[in-house]
């Protein structure tokens, strides 16, 4: 059965606080995604991975950082956390062609106060 | 920027309910997918659509790509509780990974 793990469903950080968010997959994907998701606006990228060591900006990557040391991990880092991050953040990953499934985790619900 | 508006942002029905939701956009798509969200879950594809004039169904939900592949829609026949949910449809650009989101439809089911 595939799998695309989050490590945290809920965190609640302070402003400035550095936040990891962690995200796991078992499928051998070689593209992993990080998406915004507020309420009326979908979803929107942050950041996504076509390879190890390789990334590439979305949308909205201010303030967010990613790390992809092993194909199967891929983190966001917001470096200094400010309460408009405040949001429910989902990882998914695909295997190859862009037409493909899009598989998400379960999302972790960050609240910046 | 790309960009797909979903209408209605939110729909209360009864059961045995037909319903539309509408995806549409300025831009073209090389294919066009629907996901469902249940809460505390990530999205859960339901269909992809590669042609334009596409109709495909899922048991009671038909999906209809737009013949300039612009547009989509969502057609549920009969609905149960078992289909509320927030339902996102999703572009895709040949030759990128950029999935374009729409803003969500989200759908209660009352029995």
């Known amino acids: 059965d595939v799998k695309v793990t989050q490590s945290s469903r809920y965190l609640v950080k302070r402003t400035g606080e550095k936040v990891f968010l962690e995200c796991v997959q078992d499928m051998d994907h070689e593209n992993m995604f990080w998406y915004r998701q507020d309420p009326g606006l979908g979803l929107r990228l942050i950041y996504f991975s076509y390879d190890v060591k390789m990334k590439e900006k979305g949308d909205i990557p201010e303030g967010y950082s990613v790390s992809r040391e092993k194909k199967e991990r891929f983190s966001l880092i917001l470096e200094s956390a400010s309460t408009n991050q405040t949001s429910m953040y989902l990882c998914a990953s695909i295997l190859g062609q862009n037409t493909g499934e899009l598989f998400f985790g379960e ?3 960050l609240t910046v106060l | 920027t790309q960009l797909l508006e979903q209408s209605p942002q939110f729909l209360s029905i009864q059961e045995g309910e037909n319903l539309t939701v509408y995806c549409n956009s300025s831009s073209v798509f090389s294919s066009l997918q ?4 249940e809460p505390g879950e990530g999205p859960v594809l339901l269909v992809t659509v590669v042609t334009g004039g596409e109709v495909k169904k899922l048991k009671r939900l038909t999906f209809q ?3 300039a592949r612009k547009d989509s829609s969502l057609h549920i026949t009969a609905a149960q509780p078992g289909d509320t949910g927030l339902y996102l449809c999703a572009g895709v650009t040949s ?3 950029k999935y374009i989101f729409g803003t969500g439809t989200r759908l209660k089911v009352l029995a």
Request: aromatic share 30%.
């Open chain 1, 107 to 109: 999302g972790s619900r």
């Open chain 2, 34 to 37: 629907w996901y469902r969200q």
């Open chain 2, 65 to 67: 790509f737009g013949d």
């Open chain 2, 95 to 97: 030759g990128t990974y």
